[in-house]
């Protein structure tokens, strides 16, 4: 597993952990989105549901002032959940290999629901360190997440891709954002740091099931 900057420390975090850091926690994700400040309010009744969620973990970052530097949790999915039947929609209206993707990564998946890195600290192998803490518990067979398509490489994808994430959707229009999303996702546990990464389209698409 990749060590985190020796500055940072990369804990686990209780629902009552988040409760309590709940609108630092929130600062972090607007700042790393680029979202207006007002959406911490918008987004905090969300954030303490998900932690209620069975299965829900979370880690955090912290720098040597004690201030959160990153955040990550997730849940498992299953169905009746917004996003497993907004994914669900957009393969099943991918034709054939969607459906066939349908039946078989909708089970039994872990969501990586949120990752984010302040801004400033960004690029300092944070957000890697958050993802192998969030994803090395035991027990889900693959992980899965969204991210904004981006027409160059931001520092998530280049995360996603070089911790070999592969693309389930491209293009995928949620009903709650007008941009448009791509649905990555890899079999778990993750590979170790260094591991060859799965050569990509000309797009720079890097299709499921490419081992």
Same mark, same amino acid.
């Given at each position: 597993?990749?060590?985190?900057?020796?500055?940072?420390?990369?804990?686990?975090?209780?629902?009552?952990?988040?409760?309590?850091?709940?609108?630092?926690? *929130?600062?972090?994700?607007?700042?790393?989105?680029?979202?207006?400040?007002?959406?911490?309010?918008?987004?905090?009744?969300?954030?303490?549901?998900?932690? &209620?969620? /069975?299965?829900?973990? /979370?880690?955090?970052?912290?720098?040597?002032?004690?201030? *959160?530097?990153?955040?990550?949790?997730?849940?498992?999915?299953? &169905?009746?959940?917004?996003?497993?039947?907004?994914?669900?929609?957009?393969?099943?209206?991918?034709?054939?290999?969607?459906?066939?993707? /349908?039946?078989?990564?909708?089970?039994?998946?872990?969501?990586?629901?949120?990752?984010?890195?302040?801004?400033?600290?960004?690029?300092?192998?944070?957000?890697?360190?958050?993802?192998?803490?969030?994803?090395?518990?035991?027990?889900? &067979?693959?992980?899965?997440?969204?991210?904004?398509?981006?027409?160059?490489?931001?520092? +998530?994808?280049?995360?996603?891709?070089?911790?070999?994430?592969?693309?389930? *959707?491209?293009?995928?229009?949620?009903?709650?954002?007008?941009?448009?999303? +791509?649905? *990555?996702?890899?079999?778990?546990?993750?590979?170790?740091?260094?591991?060859?990464?799965?050569?990509?389209?000309?797009?720079?698409?890097?299709?499921?099931?490419?081992?």
């Amino acid at each position: 597993m990749t060590a985190a900057p020796a500055r940072v420390s990369i804990v686990d975090l209780s629902p009552d952990d988040l409760a309590v850091r709940l609108d630092e926690a *929130l600062t972090v994700y607007v700042r790393a989105m680029g979202y207006p400040p007002g959406t911490v309010r918008q987004r905090r009744p969300m954030w303490v549901e998900h932690s &209620r969620r /069975a299965g829900w973990h /979370a880690v955090g970052a912290f720098g040597p002032d004690h201030s *959160l530097w990153g955040i990550a949790y997730g849940y498992p999915g299953a &169905r009746g959940q917004w996003w497993f039947e907004e994914v669900r929609r957009g393969l099943l209206g991918a034709g054939a290999p969607g459906r066939d993707l /349908a039946a078989t990564v909708l089970e039994g998946y872990f969501e990586l629901t949120e990752l984010h890195v302040r801004p400033d600290v960004q690029g300092d192998g944070v957000g890697e360190a958050l993802a192998r803490r969030l994803l090395a518990h035991p027990g889900d &067979r693959h992980v899965l997440l969204s991210t904004p398509e981006a027409e160059r490489p931001t520092r +998530a994808w280049s995360l996603y891709r070089r911790l070999g994430f592969r693309d389930l *959707l491209r293009h995928h229009r949620f009903t709650s954002d007008p941009r448009p999303f +791509a649905v *990555l996702g890899r079999e778990l546990p993750l590979d170790p740091p260094g591991h060859p990464v799965p050569p990509a389209d000309r797009d720079g698409a890097v299709p499921w099931g490419r081992a």
